[in-house]
T-cell receptor, first 115, second 113 residues
Framework: DGGITQSPKYLFRKEGQNVTLSCEQN?????MYWYRQDPGQGLRLIYY???????QKGDIAEGYSVSREKKESFPLTVTSAQKNPTAFYLC??????????????FGPGTRLTVL | GDSVTQMEGPVTLSEEAFLTINCTYT??????LFWYVQYPGEGLQLLLK?????DKGSNKGFEATYRKETTSFHLEKGSVQVSDSAVYFC????????????FGSGTRLQVQP
């Protein structure tokens, strides 16, 4: 089955630690996205990548970093510079060149809690 | 910039009631419009979409019509079920540029038996 996987499902971080959230897709999609969801709010864009080895900052990129070395993978690192990282993180992917090219598919999410 | 405004929840209905969740947007040009649904502890699933004015998206008994004159994309269902209880997000995206989704804040629907 094609889809997007995120791991881990739950992640706990101590103050001052960096943590990396995994996102993998086997849909052969070109574009990938990271969103952050806070309780009672919509999703906000952290970073996105439309092609391998290239990525762009979204609306709330401060304190986060990403890489896109492979088409299938788009890991997100939450650094110690992120002041309030406790949130639900969602990864999405999108095929750039189909008739439904702007439909995004989402992974199951990672819930990050700072202890 | 682009924005999406949804009615605040929670919306509490009895089973078989009629559902409307209002959504309006602000954007230049002709964005595509979406409704996504999120069940507790899960990611988002696409419910329906419309890519041009007057298009009607439909799926699983839900419908929404792209109204450019009122910049709206209201979600409707004629008869809700307990299993429809979830959070519903209205979103838009553009055909060019970053193509990321701009989301509304979400509306929680609770359907009681």
């Amino acid at each position: 089955d094609g889809g997007i996987t995120q791991s881990p499902k739950y992640l706990f971080r101590k103050e001052g630690q960096n943590v990396t959230l995994s996102c993998e897709q086997n849909l052969n999609h070109d574009a990938m996205y990271w969103y952050r969801q806070d309780p009672g709010q919509g999703l906000r864009l952290i970073y996105y990548s439309q092609i391998v080895n290239d990525f762009q900052k979204g609306d709330i990129a401060e304190g986060y970093s990403v890489s896109r070395e492979k088409k299938e993978s788009f890991p997100l690192t939450v650094t110690s510079a992120q002041k309030n990282p406790t949130a639900f993180y969602l990864c999405a992917s999108q095929k750039a060149s189909s008739s439904s090219y702007n439909e995004q598919f989402f992974g199951p999410g990672t819930r990050l809690t700072v202890l | 910039g682009d924005s999406v405004t949804q009615m605040e929840g929670p919306v509490t209905l009895s089973e078989e009631a009629f559902l409307t969740i209002n959504c309006t947007y602000t954007a230049t040009g002709y964005p595509s419009l979406f409704w996504y649904v999120q069940y507790p502890g899960e990611g988002l699933q696409l419910l329906l979409k419309a890519t041009k004015a007057d298009d009607k998206g439909s799926n699983k008994g839900f419908e929404a019509t792209y109204r450019k004159e009122t910049t709206s994309f209201h979600l409707e269902k004629g008869s809700v079920q307990v299993s429809d209880s979830a959070v519903y997000f209205c979103a838009l995206s553009r055909d060019t540029g970053r193509r990321a989704l701009t989301f509304g804040s979400g509306t929680r629907l609770q359907v009681q038996p």
